[in-house]
């Protein structure tokens, strides 16, 4: 069915096919993606709107000699089929497969690992710029979509690149199109190089004049891309110091083919602006991208099914729940969102609230500040962030929040293991990094219900509180009506037992409570990693043998160091085995095959508990025996 793709080893096979098996090639190519994602799921129509910018890519430069750096990277399906990897398609974004991005461990033709925004140019840049300090002749490419093109970060390595001594090109790939909708003025200018009159209207004139000479009409829709940029003002790449070129087709090989073997002979920094649709070849991604964007697994010949019956509520809705209902009871709530309306489930608030919904980008750092000048001026900021891209905020957490203790809200979502998306986007770090800032405060809600209260819990603050929950469903627990909030700062006992005592942080209560069936053990269920309910670790502290921590994070400064430090601190001995994700970064796959493999699940807990404590809970278990026969 693909015997040209078929015959594809690697992209030096590529370079052997003519220009006319191109088209081909890029037809199987879109083929054998459906089919392949229809079967794991993962990222669909940023896939299908690269193809054939990928076989051009390959066909022109000389890889892996040549550096490609692609932005994200969820677009790299494509790359990955051409670079050996076709067969392998089918583990996919799952445990010990093939990665959802760009990995450099996984393929000498993957040259610089990436899945957060913006971080093309720089590292091409770099790449670039070592060649030419080792003398060595080779092209440095940097693929970035529109999108990603708002971010701070793309524009200070543009800055540099423009006055940089070196050959590297920028290519601009265009669809119109993130994982929510582009905002922004940069958006806004590269739709009005699509759209200037002038343009515009000549390409009309042309059009009614040369329809009825088909040769001619031919020479000129090739013209037609190849002056484009000639026609259209002068542009903002071209003031960073870049030799821009197009907008040409991303979808015409008989363009981009000879615009690359061009652009290749020049000199200095090249910008060649693509224009390409997501979704491209599969007519409903092309209808409906955002849907196709990061689907699971579904039948190409049918497309996206709802499920029969429905889903658990996940903790991204009853954020969004939350949001509503308390912007509905405090006309000082605003919304914050770096460019994650949908994954963050603030669609409905948008809806709702338009005048108090700010989608800012991708420009996390950004966000943080202009929620800080919001709160300056008496607002309540809400920034619904996940747990990974809170990390390119730190800066400002710091100096612009939480200096002047600003009173906000961080929701962070995607909190621990996030599964296929991998290391690249676990919120594994949260605790460990805002643990250690003055006048943060950090909640970790057990379940939904608990995530919703405590949400509640932190807008009533007079500081910034961040609330951590995991991706996906919870316990399923019912969800209490009206906007309760919970004691801050306070935990509480889940279970009495005897001997240990298990402390669980967040979602791992509910494997700590099935543990300790087996253990007699008591679990508290901690709530807050900041301020520790030092108060409730004491008096458990004092009436146990051991302890343990549980959380589903990173155990270097996270909440189980913070209980060693308040023991130490009171100076209270006693023993305590922290149990979390250790020193190391976690891989793609399945999330509960991934917490089993960290022994984050029940049995892994208990076995953990057992293996260290193995005295005390068979003198406990014992005494329990003892007890039980007494009573009987």
């Not at 940097?142 to 543009?158: C, K, L, P, R």
């Not at 693509?274 to 599969?282: A, L, P, S």
């Not at 009871?329 to 994954?343: C, F, H």
């Not at 998306?421 to 800032?437: E, K, M, V």
């Amino acid at each position: 069915m693909t015997p040209l793709l078929d015959s594809i080893q690697s992209p030096a096979d590529v370079r052997r096919l003519s220009p006319q098996q191109l088209p081909v090639l890029a037809g199987e190519l879109r083929h054998f993606l459906i089919e392949s994602v229809g079967k794991t799921g993962g990222h669909f129509s940023s896939n299908l709107g690269t193809v054939e910018l990928t076989v051009a890519l390959h066909y022109v430069f000389n890889t892996p000699h040549d550096r490609f750096v692609w932005d994200v990277g969820h677009q790299t399906y494509p790359h990955k089929i051409l670079t050996g990897r076709r067969d392998r398609m089918g583990s996919l974004r799952q445990l010990g497969g093939v990665a959802g991005f760009p990995k450099r461990d996984e393929s000498e033709f993957d040259h610089f690992g990436t899945a957060h925004s913006s971080t093309s140019i720089s590292a091409a840049l770099g790449m670039a710029m070592a060649a030419k300090q080792k003398g060595e002749h080779r092209h440095s490419v940097a693929i970035i979509g529109d999108g990603a093109m708002t971010a701070g970060m793309a524009f200070e390595a543009m800055n540099n690149a423009g006055v940089s001594d070196c050959n590297m090109l920028v290519i601009l790939n265009d669809n119109d199109m993130s994982i929510s909708p582009p905002v922004g003025a940069l958006n806004r200018y590269l739709a009005q190089l699509m759209s200037g009159r002038f343009y515009t209207a000549a390409k009309e004139v042309g059009r009614q004049v040369l329809k009825n000479a088909p040769p001619l009409f031919e020479l000129a829709r090739r013209l037609e891309h190849q002056t484009k940029g000639l026609i259209l003002p002068a542009t903002l790449f071209e003031k960073f110091g870049f030799n821009y070129i197009g907008p040409i087709d991303g979808h015409d090989l008989e363009v981009l083919i000879p615009t690359l073997q061009n652009i290749k002979n020049l000199n200095g920094p090249q910008f060649l602006h693509v224009v390409t649709r997501k979704g491209q070849g599969y007519k409903l991604a092309e209808a409906d991208p955002i849907a196709y964007h990061g689907p699971g697994k579904f039948d190409p010949k049918i497309g996206l099914v709802p499920p029969a019956a429905a889903p658990k509520q996940t903790f991204s809705q009853v954020f969004g729940n939350w949001l509503c209902d308390m912007a509905a009871q405090d006309p000082k709530l605003v919304a914050i969102t770096p460019a994650m309306r949908e994954g963050s489930g603030m669609v409905e608030f948008h809806r709702r609230f338009p005048e108090r919904y700010h989608d800012v980008g991708i420009a996390e750092q950004h966000a943080l500040t202009f929620a800080a000048g919001m709160a300056c001026e008496g607002l309540k900021p809400v920034v619904a962030i996940y747990s990974t891209f809170l990390q390119r905020a730190y800066d400002q957490l710091i100096h612009d929040v939480a200096l002047q203790k600003l009173p906000m809200v961080l929701a962070l979502d995607r909190a621990g293991i996030v599964g296929a998306d991998g290391p690249t986007h676990a919120g594994l770090y949260d605790i460990p990094f805002l643990r250690c800032i003055p006048q943060v405060s950090i909640a970790c809600p057990a379940d939904e219900n608990e995530c919703r209260m405590l949400l509640s819990t932190a807008h009533a603050q007079d500081h910034t509180v961040a609330v951590r929950y995991p991706r996906g469903s919870g316990a399923g627990t019912p969800m209490s009506s009206g906007l309760p909030t919970l004691p801050f700062g306070k935990g509480e006992i889940r279970k009495q037992g005897q001997g240990v005592a298990i402390l669980a942080f967040g979602t791992m209560l509910y494997p700590a409570l099935q543990a300790a069936q087996n253990l007699n053990a008591t679990v508290v269920n901690m709530r807050w990693a900041k301020p520790l309910d030092t108060e409730l670790l004491l008096q458990i502290a004092s009436s146990h043998d051991a302890l343990v921590t549980v959380e589903e994070g990173a155990l270097m400064g996270g909440a189980g160091s913070a209980v060693l430090e308040a023991l130490q601190d009171a100076g209270v001995t006693v023993p305590v085995l922290r149990l979390g994700v250790p020193d190391v970064f976690t891989e793609h796959g399945d999330p509960v095959k991934i917490l089993s493999q960290l022994g984050l699940d029940a049995v892994g807990i208990e076995h953990s508990v057992r293996q260290r404590f193995a005295p005390i809970i068979s003198a406990e278990v014992v005494t329990a025996a003892k007890g039980l026969k007494l009573v009987g």
